[in-house]
């Protein structure tokens, strides 16, 4: 089926509030990865509470993986450049996430899950975004789909941007994934050096990208590669527009904000101390992903 493009014709585009540079960390059982969307940001990036950015060839960095923790009260997406990545989880999910495939799983009411790398030698590289629920559905049963890269709406601009649209609308094209709450909107772009990228996005939602390759101006602002940009919500803007200054590769991610209470205790994500708590008591007590378990 051939997909007529759309270019969106961007009047005012959205200019760097301020670059980020993550913060080096480990999670799991060891593995090295940089935070680069924090808890202190939460509130300005709502409806996204983190994104990590992990990335090695040096196996002892990734080898242990993520053995079974839990989650409630969110989504996460899980976007692998390279490697290999084997999900198990409370609700009887199994899957393997390879070279360019993404896994969007919704914690929900609840999932204790692994994600342990299926390699003992190469390059592990890729993203883990988390992306809120709302409150009225942060209790609904866990969701999970696996996508492998060919599953993935692509498309190549005129100007030769290579486009994977992972989450949202981009040039017409529809995304794997679409929320109704949230309406994120996660592409990963693969621009060649002189090119550039429109993309339209509602002058309130909340919208950054993170170059990984490379190098990208917006608005005249250079953003060198391992640095976020977070956009602006100018009154008026009506997207962004992306310049590679050199041949780069970056997410622009974005969603409308939730604008509700967040209560955050590790992998729990509530609105409420109480519901966190509470959390806390059905995790300790063996309740949290047991209902997934009978599904």
């Known amino acids: 089926m051939t997909t007529t493009l759309t270019t ?31 808890q ?38 899980t976007y692998m450049i390279a490697g290999r990545m084997l999900h198990r989880d409370s609700a009887g999910h199994e899957g393997l996430l390879e070279n360019g495939g993404v896994q969007w799983m919704t914690a929900g009411k609840g999932v204790i899950h692994s994600e342990i790398p299926q390699q003992e030698a190469g390059v592990m590289e890729g993203f883990q975004l988390w ?11 866990p969701w999970y789909r696996d996508f492998k890269n060919a599953e993935l709406p692509q498309f190549t601009t005129p100007e030769g941007v290579a486009v994977t649209v992972i989450a949202g609308e981009s040039h017409g094209v529809g995304g794997a994934v679409t929320r109704d709450a949230t309406a994120p909107v996660y592409l990963d772009l693969h621009l060649p050096s002189g090119a550039s990228f429109a993309q339209a996005l509602p002058a309130d939602h909340n919208a950054f990208v993170y170059v990984y390759g490379g190098e990208v101006k ?38 409308r904000p939730l604008k509700e209470p967040i209560a955050q205790y590790g992998p729990f994500v509530m609105n409420t101390k109480d519901e966190i708590y509470q959390a806390l008591n059905d995790f300790r007590d063996g309740r949290l992903g047991e209902e997934s378990q009978r599904a």
């Open 8 to 38: 969106p014709s961007v009047q005012q585009a959205r200019r760097v509030e301020r670059l980020i540079a993550g913060q080096p960390t480990s999670d799991g059982a060891g593995v090295k990865l940089t935070r680069v969307l924090t």
């Open 40 to 77: 202190d940001l939460q509130r300005r990036l709502d409806p996204f509470l983190m994104l990590d950015a992990f990335g090695s060839d040096n196996p002892d960095d990734y080898i242990a993986g993520f053995p079974d923790h839990p989650h409630r009260g969110f989504e996460t997406i």
């Open 131 to 141: 992306l809120n629920l709302p409150g009225r559905d942060k209790m609904n049963p």
């Open 218 to 255: 917006i608005g005249g602002q250079s953003v060198p590669v391992q640095r976020m940009a977070l956009l602006a919500n100018d009154a008026g803007a009506d997207g962004v527009v992306i310049e590679a200054s050199s041949d780069a590769k970056a997410l622009l991610i974005a969603g």
